[in-house]
């Protein structure tokens, strides 16, 4: 297929980490009124007994940033792509409060959504891999280490920081719209093969809940111009899933462009890098920014180790994504919930 390049991304959602790292507006710090609400929002909710799934925005109403969630929700959507709250005091609650109060403001941004065949839908982001050493079964976010900038799969994705590592583990997000005109310059021959696509292979595990086979169907575009959105979607991991598997082999083309998105995505000058603080909340526009995170070293004991709490949010008013991106739409979610209830396969 010939690069047909319909869009070049510009304004806000095209940034660099070296540019922004100079910026003094990257930190939305929460006020003490909005503090005040949250905590008010928590007592309220466990008085009420309320499940999380039966909570939303209404129930957890933060009337002090109204205007200014309305304003950060516009430029995730369509501006810079991301925002980050810094100001909560994480060892001011428990666990369980903290999942609350994360779940109480994503709700003003999107609605939660399963992350796995486990039906969860808060995700907690540990290295679990001494308990489930197997990598065809393990999720990403519960193996250690560093890891690409990649993207979910959901419209935005938010996580809450808990505890850092013993040592690094910094958060990296990248301008998917960055790397594309970057590579649109340096190696559009490379571009094209992203645009046409990669063959990707998914947990075994959700695969069985989707019931379909791990390996996708057809080639997936980690760029699609689609209803006027450039979204996209690419997850290494799940390019060599499918090499390791044997499933495909990659023609020097494709490796070369696997190698060179991530040369460009995974560069310190185009990388914004950011150690979440406990408390800290991260929330961005997964179709346009991608994430990763920087090689830690944690503690042994579960209960001290790197924990972040992860939500996947669908935002209902924005423009669908093409079927050939969206691997995992939100009726593939639903089954992965109904699966998790019923405890057997969907």
């Known amino acids: 297929m010939a690069l047909d390049i319909v869009h070049r991304p510009s304004g806000r959602s095209v940034w660099t980490g070296k540019a922004l790292a100079a910026s ?65 005091d994480a060892s001011r609650y428990t666990v369980d409060e903290l999942r609350l109060i994360f779940w ?12 796995s065949y486990l039906g969860d839908r808060i995700g907690d982001v540990m290295d679990v891999s001494d308990e489930e050493p197997d990598p065809r079964r393990r999720r990403g976010y519960h193996s250690g280490g560093a890891q690409d900038t990649h993207t979910d799969s959901s419209d935005m994705v938010a996580m809450l920081s808990i505890r850092t590592a013993k040592s690094g583990g910094a958060s990296r997000l990248a301008s998917a719209h960055a790397v594309h005109n970057l590579m649109m310059d340096h190696c559009p021959g490379l571009l094209t093969v992203l645009y046409d696509g990669l063959f990707m292979r998914g947990t075994d595990t959700d695969a069985a809940a989707e019931g379909r086979p791990a390996l996708s169907p057809h080639r997936v575009p980690a760029y699609c111009y689609t209803a006027g959105w450039l979204n996209t979607f690419y997850i290494r991991g799940y390019v060599e899933r499918a090499v390791n598997a044997g499933d495909v082999v990659l023609s020097p083309l494709e490796a070369a462009a696997v190698v060179a998105f991530a040369a460009f995505g995974n560069h310190p000058d185009v990388m914004l890098e950011i150690m979440l603080e ?52 939100d009726a593939v979610k639903q089954r992965w919930a109904e699966a998790a209830r019923q405890g057997q396969p969907a």
């Open 278 to 329: 406990p408390g800290d909340i991260q929330i961005f526009n997964n179709r346009t920014v991608m994430h990763g995170r920087a090689h830690f070293d944690d503690h042994a004991e579960r209960a001290r180790r790197r924990h972040l709490l992860r939500l996947w949010l669908s935002v209902r008013e924005w423009p669908r994504m093409s079927p050939l991106q969206d691997l995992r739409s």
């Open 24 to 88: 003094d507006d990257v930190l939305f710090r929460l006020p003490d009124s909005a503090l005040r609400e949250i905590h008010d929002g928590v007592a309220r909710l466990k008085a009420r007994g309320a499940a999380l799934e039966d909570i939303g925005a209404d129930d957890f109403p933060l009337p002090s940033l109204d205007n200014q969630l309305k304003a950060l929700k516009d430029d995730i959507a369509t501006g810079r792509g991301f925002a980050i709250f810094r100001g909560l």
């Open 104 to 115: 109480g403001i994503g709700c003003h941004f999107g609605t939660p959504m399963p992350q």
